[in-house]
């Protein structure tokens, strides 16, 4: 399943091969979010041609919206969004805790009044993985509650040993059950949580290693608490996780903290803002961020970077900002495609890196010449 085919000598950095149900995913590796079964304004076919292997679906979002029926009907989230390659669905855990005081969190999983209409809802382990199943992913992740930052060494405790309970029962319904997807068994990742504390770190990562699953995401992370604590909850959970199994850190993270991840052992991640910061008329860049609707660019007539999207090769920073200032849609989605290119180049360029013996190197001068504040 997961083929660890090189590392770097200076840190830990891998090189890995996972195969999956719709097809093979090279690491490390970004996979575009696309919270509603579609990353925002993109087709498919260019997802495609921009180099994406894998993309993320929301069980919460998407049993609220479709629902399950029309997914059964639809055939799963590979037919219904027109995509067959690798999707990953993430289990709702982190949408359920976004809603803060509107959810009870009890022993059978959590209760709520869902965002769309109302409704009362519950998700728990057992329908967590059941509703992954229809949507067919490739990979689905165990039902988890995640701990608000900050939070005291108490909480964190309680709150984890609830998800360690849930983990077990995540892997007894799969084992019951046994998913199918494409033909081929569903993949499952457990979820390590502990908030900031090293001892809750490792003693989530070896139960989970010891409740078995296919792959290891360190969850908890990228809540509101500052880098450095973001950095040590991943130091302080790889350790304990095994060498042979894919590591992904959920929800990061800025072009940087992808390389320092990918520098601690990380091979997956996913993340909203290269979409989420295009709406916003940012574009990613080796120097950092440009903030598109500045009136600097007005008469600039360079390309967003030399190294961006085909379909965005020709349009100059001028013409782009201002399709944002007229609020032409083809604004919005040149800079989407630029920024999803960026986020899947630095990942093929990382692979690259580590292939050739100079992730080191590559690390030092990226993160010396990206700057973290938007430049005007």
Aim: proline share 7%; net charge negative.
């Amino acid at each position: 399943m997961f083929t660890l085919l090189g590392t770097d000598p200076h840190s830990l950095a891998r090189r890995g091969r996972l195969v999956t149900p719709h097809g093979v995913i090279e690491t490390p590796v970004f996979m575009p979010v696309g919270t509603q079964g579609s990353v925002k304004t993109v087709h498919p076919q260019e997802l495609e041609a921009i180099g994406a292997q894998i993309i993320l679906g929301n069980t919460y979002h998407l049993a609220v919206r479709p629902g399950m029926e029309v997914m059964k009907e639809a055939g799963g989230l590979h037919a219904f969004a027109n995509w067959q390659h690798p999707i990953l669905t993430d289990s709702g855990g982190f949408q359920v805790f976004s809603l803060g005081k509107l959810r009870k969190i009890k022993e059978e999983g959590v209760h709520f009044q869902n965002h769309v209409d109302g409704s009362p809802m519950m998700l728990g382990p057992e329908s967590a993985m059941e509703i992954q199943a229809t949507l067919g992913s490739d990979i689905a992740m165990l039902f988890d509650e995640c701990p608000p930052h900050p939070c005291d060494a108490a909480y964190a405790a309680k709150s984890l040993d609830l998800t360690l309970r849930w983990a077990k029962r995540c892997r007894e319904w799969v084992d019951k059950h046994q998913p199918m997807t494409n033909g081929k068994p569903q993949l499952h990742f457990g979820i390590v949580q502990g908030s900031s504390y090293p001892e809750l770190r490792a003693k989530s990562a070896r139960e989970l290693v010891g409740i078995g699953f296919d792959g290891y995401a360190v969850g908890g992370v990228s809540v509101g608490e500052p880098e450095p604590e973001m950095m040590a909850a991943v130091e302080n959970s790889i350790p304990h996780l095994p060498m042979e199994k894919p590591r992904y850190a959920m929800g990061l993270g800025t072009p940087p903290q992808m390389i320092e991840m990918v520098a601690r052992g990380i091979d997956m991640f996913d993340c909203v803002l290269p979409t989420r910061l295009a709406r916003h008329s940012t574009a990613f860049t080796d120097e950092g961020t440009l903030n598109l609707k500045n009136a600097s660019f007005t008469k600039d007539f360079r390309p967003v970077s030399e190294d961006t999207h085909p379909l965005c090769q020709g349009f100059s920073r001028a013409y782009i900002r201002h399709l944002l200032k007229a609020g032409e849609i083809l604004g919005l989605r040149l800079i989407s495609l630029h920024n999803l290119h960026f986020y899947l180049s630095l990942m093929s360029r990382a692979r690259t890196a580590i292939e050739g013996g100079y992730f080191h190197e590559f690390r030092a001068e990226f993160t010396a010449k990206y700057q973290t504040h938007t430049e005007s």
